[in-house]
Nanobody, 121 residues
Framework: VQLQASGGGLVQAGGSLRLSCAASGRIYSSYVMGWFRQAPGKEREFVAAMRWSRPSTMYAASVKDRFTISKNNAQNTAYLQLNSVKPEDTAVYYC???????????????WGQGTLVTVSS
């Protein structure tokens, strides 16, 4: 499966943005879709993940209660809704797939091109 993230842009602190991750190819029911981000000069970090076939989600503590991961099965698309954004949310956001319900970057594959989110204060 190939993944392509989109929807990034410039948003003011406190605002909202929705990122999309479009998948081309088959998404197996065992897949986990994950969102990660990488800020300038920092390592890539986990943001959120969900099982494709079961209602299981998990979030990084820094985004919990502000970000929401979801999907549209018919469109083979995963989403990340960013609410109440902060300047520290500024990063390139990536989506990727895994067969493990994990927060570990190394467990994910088929990384798509990222989309830049810039939060102004």
């Amino acid at each position: 499966v190939q993944l392509q993230a989109s929807g990034g842009g410039l948003v003011q602190a406190g605002g909202s943005l929705r990122l999309s991750c479009a998948a081309s190819g088959r998404i197996y029911s065992s897949y986990v879709m994950g969102w990660f981000r990488q800020a300038p000069g920092k390592e890539r970090e986990f943001v959120a993940a969900m099982r494709w076939s079961r209602p299981s989600t998990m979030y990084a503590a820094s985004v919990k209660d502000r970000f929401t991961i979801s999907k549209n099965n018919a469109q083979n698309t995963a989403y990340l809704q960013l609410n109440s954004v902060k300047p520290e949310d500024t990063a390139v956001y990536y989506c990727a797939a895994s067969i493990q319900f994990s927060k570990e970057t190394r467990e994910y594959f088929n990384w798509g091109q990222g989309t830049l989110v810039t939060v102004s204060s």
